[in-house]
């Protein structure tokens, strides 16, 4: 070995602990934030959507909703125990990141994954759409959401795909002295990129598709909101008058019900003319024969005459019809009360479903809120990053990664909002437990 080569080594040596040196300072000044954001994801997240599958798995109905919270809950899964790590590793090799296909690949999954969520989360909107707003019409079968989920994991596939070749190994060059300057290697956009493709291009591809997607789901709740607020006020306009009793006749006004004692006769009533006690009751008498007549064509009876002319909404003709038909074709009150129990506890549980995963897609607009604003300023402005000082730096590092919140915090909605998935929750945990022990 000639002194060329030892001055070579020993140069390349030098560097290598300068540059180390240089990574570990920006680590403390620029990334502490970040670190902290995702270890604390990682370890809320992965025990959270194991939870998630196990219960929606093994302790819950077979319905679409079941379908789509564990295709999210998959896809979080996949984010916390794969990308999350592979975040970590790049952050505390900012600048010694030498292993492009690890970089190809992660930058790949985050983007397939986040957007299948959102496309997931697309078709949660439609399904809620049409069982709350539509409740007539044809709703999503089982068979069906799993077609939805398969094609938006594959329509996400092939928007995806870009990031393979477009994202790799980028060298940089730091200062070190006025005449020196040291090579670093960043997980970013490629030096030589494997297609002929601007990322501004198709950052702004994927940004423009994810504010589509939030006008979608603003629009598409505003609508269900809209919905039940109004079939809520009729409802409750009409909660003290029942459409019919056990025995066939028509309930009388909440005036007409005090007095049960005789002071007004069935006598008295039908002698009452129709269009006097329609205003005092909102409804007609029904006599023995009509109610006989109605049994045979409910279509045809009371029932259309008061739905065309009280003009409600959809939800509030849906539960109506479907009190008045039971009243129709049952004899006894009591089983009537059951059946309105069960049917008032069936749409209490549907809202706080639709609750629930309107809190859920909530939480994936507003956690790539800011991804999306810096990613769209730092493209347009190349120059932005380097004018930050250190701490707008972190905070900076730290918002570029807000979209992990998504990716962990479902758990936690499920568990605040949903008693039933509390109760199977805990289940599942003291049998885990009781295994251990």
Known sequence: MNVSDVSLNETLQDNSHLLQRLNDNTVQLNFIPSLILTISMIIIGVPGNILIIVVYMKRWRKSTCRIFILALAFNDLFNCLFTMPLELYFILNVYQTDLPYL???????TFWTNDGSSLILM????????????????????????????ASMFVSLLVAWPALLIYGISS??????????????????????????????????????????????LVVYGIILYNVKNSGKELRKLSRVDLYLGNGTRKTSKANSEDQNGSYKTNKLRSVSNTEF?????????????YNSSRNHVNQGPIKRFHSEQCLTAEAKRKLFAQSRQKL????????????????????????????????T????????????????????????????????????????????????????????????????KSVLKTLLRIKG
């Open 172 to 217: 940089i060059r730091l200062p070190i002295s006025e005449n020196n300057m040291i090579y670093a290697k960043l997980c970013l956009y490629a030096d030589n990129p494997g297609v002929k493709l601007d990322p501004t291009v198709f950052v702004f591809f994927i940004m423009a598709g994810n504010s589509v997607l939030d006008v979608f789901f």
């Open 278 to 290: 329609r205003k005092r009751s909102l409804a007609e008498t029904i006599t023995d024969d009509q």
């Open 329 to 360: 074709h049952s004899f006894s009150s009591g089983r009537g009360s059951r059946r309105h129990i069960y049917q008032s506890h069936d749409h209490h549980r549907k809202a706080k479903t639709t609750i629930m995963l309107f809190s859920v």
């Open 103 to 109: 970089c190809k690949i992660s930058r790949f999954m």
């Open 123 to 150: 078709g949660i909107a439609v399904d809620r759409l049409q069982r709350i707003c539509r409740p007539f019409r044809l709703q999503l079968s089982i068979s069906t959401a799993k077609k939805i989920v398969a």
């Open 362 to 425: 909530v939480l994936f607009m507003v956690s790539f809120v800011p991804y999306t604003v810096l990613m769209t300023i730092r493209n347009f402005d190349s120059g932005y990053y380097n004018r930050l000082s250190d701490l707008e730096k972190a905070i900076y590092q730290f918002f570029i990664r807000s979209y992990f919140l998504s990716n962990a915090l479902n758990p936690l909605i499920y568990g605040y909002i949903s008693e039933h998935f509390r109760t199977e929750s």
